[in-house]
């Protein structure tokens, strides 16, 4: 099978759905003639489709997805760039009271499939209004659907998956991932990934270590170093945060009795918070030891690439925190 950067899936994805659907479109700032995204992560779309579907806009966070809303909410299929995580503070009004709640409040009879698109995670030096993961913070917001792809192959499957929903969807792509080179095996042919359906990236018997997004890499680099102990490691990746697939993750916990949560986030209100809860509270009883979160400190992430290597969850704290519970 051939091989695609984790940046080509994204862009392929993208591409294949606005071929298939003219009510498909792409807008959000410099992603036009001259930036064609600030990672290049939309490249060779402009040339294709034009100014018409890979609409420019103004520096303005509120207006894209106000924008957004009503052309999804008339019939269209927009995808929203918001260029980084950090950045989707700045339409809370739109996510938090409009583009969630429109469904529900016209009964369900209202479609509002807008699928917002930004950059996350840290790793880069990217300081600390550009690195952030915010899926815990998103987690509380009823009637969105939050998706962080680890690999190529799940990239392009959700994201086509998200283009293709009548909900609001938010597709997260990690810096690190989209910057970093990472390739996989990419089918060339049409597929979708469900959303809400984890992926066990490595079976093992000992503890299981749910991962999101990037740290999909660094529990499969633990687990490698932990064989060598005797100690195996089962490594699921939740792929979509909401919803969340409680079923595979509580039944790999009953197979091992533990369960280690790493997530690229302050441990307060994280991903790794909400998974844990659940856990504790349908499957305590198979639980051979405490949980524990491999998060980072409550902070803003550092600049300096020393303090920032420092605050990131990595492979030697997950191992650690492995240790403390065999």
Known sequence: MRELTYREAVIEAIDEEMERDPLVFL?????????????????????????????????????????????????????????????????????????????????????????????????????????????????????LKIVSPATPYDAKGLLKSAIRDDNPVIYFEHLALLLGGLKGEVPKEDYTIPLGEADIKKEGSDVTVVAIANMVHVALAAAD???????????????????????????SVKKTGKLVIIDEEPKTGSAASEISAVVAEEAMEYLDAPIKRVCAPNTPVPFSPVLEKFWMPDEEKLIKAINSIM
Not at 37 to 48: T, V, Y
Not at 227 to 239: F, M, T, Y
């Open 27 to 143: 807008m959000g700032e410099d992603i036009g003639e001259h930036w064609q995204g600030g990672c290049k992560e939309f490249e060779g779309l402009w040339p294709k489709y034009g100014s018409e579907r890979v609409r420019e806009t103004p520096i303005s966070e509120t207006a894209i997805l106000g924008s957004a809303i009503g052309a999804a909410a008339t019939g269209m299929r927009p995808i929203a760039n918001i260029m980084f995580a950090n950045f989707l503070g700045v339409p809370m009004d739109e996510i938090f009271n409009q583009l969630t709640k429109m469904k529900y409040m016209f009964g369900g009879k209202a479609k509002v499939p807008v699928t917002i698109h930004s950059i996350s995670g840290g790793g880069l030096s990217c300081a600390a209004q550009h690195s952030v993961c915010v899926e815990g913070f998103l987690m509380s917001i009823p009637g």
């Open 225 to 251: 170093t932990l064989k060598k102990d005797g100690i195996s490691v089962e490594v699921i990746d939740p792929r979509c945060i909401v919803p969340l697939d409680q079923n595979t993750i509580i039944e």
